[in-house]
């Protein structure tokens, strides 16, 4: 039997109240009761709409607890809530009417000690590094001198000034800030989009391109820093095609864009100081190594003239070398004059004798006009004899065309059947009734025949005959 007594015998002093009412009742009395408390436990479910509210369940071993996070508290929390961390938060109990039950309004959280916080920095780490974006191979080489540096920092904090200054102190570069929280639920996505939006930029536009990036922040807690550790940082840090200097914290302080980074400096001072050299000491590098290509320059000209000047005691003298050319060249100008002078005599004296002996030129002259009269009748005979040498080649030739032609053939009896345009003919294929043939014979004689069928002889026709091939004769 049912424990509920029914409704005509419930006390008649009982309240009666609404749905509504009874719920404002139970909010009041937890409100009231349960005003400010604080909550230990891991977190489960996390959602995130778009309204910038955060939903999400705080468990233990047997129950969860629901639990909002505002707006406006969301963004100023140190620690961005993630499924699995151990947290402590700090809040309101109350209920939640429309679903009949109870929650916490969280207004701040904090991780449940160092531990908790660490297991999971080193549970992403090891995750990140498994992808390589840790790898020594993926990190690039810092420009020398950059023309322009980009800052991702906070505008109004210590950093940008200590970075500022000493840029100025070294060497003063084009520094562009894209300012950025440092702190907070919407730090990692602004972090994020600053690293990536300076990739963004295009070479030569109205916004130069950095050719480096800081990303820096001054020291403080774990949780602090912990925007710093965030899954989206790291690989737009990873991902950046601008080398970037990570300088977050103090020297003892490590995150995991310093892993992520090409370079990473202990502080933010220390980030100017290796984004750009000295001046003074990189104009005195520059005097000092000008003094010393001179330097350089200057002994290697003296050491090549003092080696000429070794190689040139070595050589002979030129009036040496040229001595005996000289004296060969006056005994060659004395020897030709004499022999020139010798050479007119001699031809002198021959024009004499032959001036002064007439006889003996006659003779000569006689001598001559035999000799060439006998070279007419020597020019006959060997024109005579190459004719018949001629005359012998081309009759050998004759003959020797004469046996190769069919001619010789047809003076065996034999007869060559020509077509109607003169061609010969060399079998009965394709022939037909009535085509018209000519019969060659010897000794040019033709006769003209006509096709009466196919298997049937030709049949001679009464033509007259064809006038003889002319003979051609011979050439001699």
């Not at 892993?259 to 202990?266: G, L, M, T, Y």
């Not at 007869?415 to 009734?433: E, W, Y």
Request: aromatic share 4%.
């Amino acid at each position: 039997m049912s424990d509920v007594p029914p409704a005509d015998l419930a006390p008649p002093n009982v309240p009666e109240f609404s749905v509504s009412e009874l719920s404002a009742a139970l909010k009041r009395t937890i409100e009231d009761t349960y005003g400010f408390v604080r909550v230990r436990g891991e977190i489960g479910r996390v959602a995130r709409p778009g309204s910038g509210h955060i939903y999400l369940d705080l468990k233990d071993e047997r129950a969860v607890l629901n639990g909002v996070i505002w707006k406006g508290v969301a963004a100023k929390l140190k620690v961005k809530p993630e499924q699995g961390l151990e947290v402590v938060c700090t809040g309101r109990l109350t209920t939640f009417p429309g679903q009949s039950r109870y929650q916490i309004v969280i207004e701040h959280m904090a991780p449940a000690g160092v531990g908790a916080l660490m297991a999971l920095l080193e549970e992403r780490r090891k995750k990140l590094m498994a992808e390589g974006l840790f790898a020594e191979e993926r990190k690039k080489p810092l420009p020398f001198l950059p023309q322009t540096i980009g800052v991702v920092t906070s505008p109004t904090g210590a950093v940008i000034r200590d970075i500022l200054h000493r840029l100025a102190d070294r060497f003063p570069r084009q520094v562009l800030v894209w300012p950025v929280r440092v702190q907070g639920e919407q730090s990692a996505a602004e972090i994020t989009a600053a690293i990536e939006g300076f990739n963004r930029l295009a070479p030569g536009g109205a916004i130069p391109r950095p050719d480096l990036i800081i990303v820096a922040r001054g020291g403080g807690s774990v949780e602090d820093l912990w925007s710093f550790n965030e899954e989206n940082v790291v690989r737009a840090a990873a991902a950046s095609a601008i080398p970037i200097i990570s300088a977050v914290g103090h020297e003892t302080d490590t995150t995991l864009i310093d892993f992520a980074a090409d370079k990473r400096a202990p502080t933010p001072s220390a980030a100017a100081e290796i984004a750009v050299p000295v001046r003074t000491e990189l104009l005195a590098d520059t005097m000092n190594l000008s003094e010393r290509l001179i330097r350089a320059q200057t002994r290697r000209v003296t050491e090549a003239h003092s080696r000429i000047e070794g190689l040139a005691r070595g050589l002979p003298r030129l009036s040496d070398v040229l001595a005996l050319p000289r004296q060969r060249l006056d005994h060659g100008a004395v020897r030709l004059g004499q022999a020139l002078a010798s050479a007119a005599r001699a031809k002198r004296s021959q024009f004499s004798a032959l001036r002064l002996a007439p006889a003996t030129l006659g003779a000569r002259v006689n001598q001559e006009r035999q000799r060439l009269s006998s070279l007419p009748p020597r020019l006959a005979r060997a024109q005579k004899a190459l004719m018949a040498d001629r005359r012998r080649h081309l009759d050998a030739q004759g003959k020797l065309l004469t046996s190769y032609s069919y001619e010789g053939v047809l003076e065996r009896g034999f007869a060559l059947v020509r077509n109607a345009d003169g061609s010969p003919r060399r079998n009965s294929k394709g022939a037909k009734s009535g085509d018209d043939l000519t019969l060659e014979f010897a000794k040019a004689d033709q006769l003209a025949v006509t096709v009466t069928g196919a298997d049937a002889k030709p049949v001679a026709k009464k033509s007259p005959k064809l006038a003889k091939k002319p003979n051609q004769g011979q050439l001699f």
